[in-house]
T-cell receptor
């Protein structure tokens, strides 16, 4: 069984650029959530999408946006990148808000 | 919002030793999970344990929801157990929002 898959695994961007990160949930999972983990800290919640609708949003600026597609995959978009956006971005999927399973993450470096 | 505290922050063990990691949370929760983060950053699911006790090999976990804490037990530790252990809880927000503790960094030496 395929787990949660994220792409790309690593990414280097320049300040001010835009980035799109992708996530495919476990088959049958309709919920996708995004988390940001900076070095030395625990992951911080960014968004949850369920059945293609945004269900919750964390304390992140409007530069962060996301969407979920009819096949339940998801994209996280970040505009006007700042150095402080450098982090590991994690995607999680679950069935009906129960146990969450995480992908391997996308490591974003902003230079 | 809900607060999650983990202790100890760092733990160094000799191979074969036992350990207990603790997670305290500030409010009632719908979900509690323990994860092991490997050196490449992937969060590995250990337990989904909003209440009660579970065991999986050398690992076991207990959550006492009424007293707002959870414990992760590691017995006969191995060098491969090294890494960061996170506790994450999901409060009563109406959607899934895992709040993570700051983690316990475990180093098991041979």
């Amino acid at each position: 069984d395929a787990g949660v898959t994220q792409s790309p695994t690593h990414l280097i961007k320049t300040r001010g650029q835009h980035v799109t990160l992708r996530c495919s949930p476990i088959s049958g999972h309709k919920s996708v959530s995004w988390y940001q983990q900076v070095l030395g800290q625990g992951p911080q919640f960014i968004f949850q999408y369920y059945e293609k609708e945004e269900r919750g949003r964390g304390n992140f600026p409007d530069r962060f946006s996301a969407r979920q597609f009819p096949n339940y995959s998801s994209e996280l978009n970040v505009n006007a990148l700042l150095l402080g956006d450098s982090a590991l971005y994690l995607c999680a999927s679950s069935i009906d808000n129960t146990e969450a399973f995480f992908g391997q993450g996308t490591r974003l470096t902003v230079v | 919002g809900i607060q999650v505290e983990q202790s100890p922050p760092d733990l160094i063990l000799q191979e074969g030793a036992n350990s207990t990691l603790r997670c305290n949370f500030s409010d009632s929760v719908n979900n509690l999970q323990w994860f092991h983060q490997n050196p490449w950053g992937q969060l590995i699911n250990l337990f989904y344990i909003p209440s009660g006790t579970k065991q999986n090999g050398r690992l076991s976990a207990t959550t006492v929801a009424t007293e707002r804490y959870s414990l992760l037990y590691i017995s006969s530790s191995q060098t491969t157990d090294s890494g960061v252990y996170f506790c994450a809880v999901d409060g009563d927000t109406g959607f899934q929002k895992l709040v993570f503790g700051t983690g316990t960094r475990l180093l098991v030496s041979p």
